[in-house]
């Protein structure tokens, strides 16, 4: 059973920085395709951002390119979610998550990963 769990959410002020960790355990990490999601309230669960295995192959949704980064260290089973330009908008729960894949493209939709962390509040004040 692979288990995530993230790490790295807080409050911060608008244009300000977070990194985000998501640690897994119990699987073959660098098999994974990771990603990261995030839920406002009364939102809808969205993609964010995913990597392939290689960390390599990397998407983002379009309301974060070029303000957010997606790594991972497989050596370590940690992903990570560098976060700069922080916008009031970005305020959510952010959910780390794991898809078995290999290929082209790299899933966007939530019912193709099967591994979620607990997720992290951000909270980006303006």
């Known amino acids: 059973q692979v288990q995530l769990v993230e790490s790295g959410g807080g409050l911060v002020q608008a244009g300000g920085s977070l990194r985000l960790s998501c640690a897994a355990s119990?699987?073959?990490?660098?098999?994974?395709?990771m990603g990261w999601f995030r839920q406002a309230p009364g939102k809808e669960r969205e993609f964010v951002t995913a990597?392939?295995?290689?960390?390599?192959?990397?998407v983002y949704a379009e309301s974060v390119k070029g303000r957010f980064t997606i790594s991972r260290d497989n050596a370590k089973n940690t992903v990570y979610l560098q976060m700069n330009s922080l916008k009031p908008e970005d305020t959510a729960v952010y959910y780390c998550?794991?898809?078995?894949?290999?290929?082209?493209?790299?899933?966007?939709?939530?019912?193709?990963?099967?591994?979620w962390g607990q997720g992290t509040q951000v909270t980006v004040s303006s």
């Open positions: 998550a794991a898809a078995v894949f290999r290929g082209w493209p790299i899933p966007r939709a939530g019912n193709e990963y099967v591994y």
């Open positions: 119990g699987g073959s990490f660098s098999s994974y395709v």
């Open positions: 990597c392939a295995w290689s960390g390599g192959n990397r």
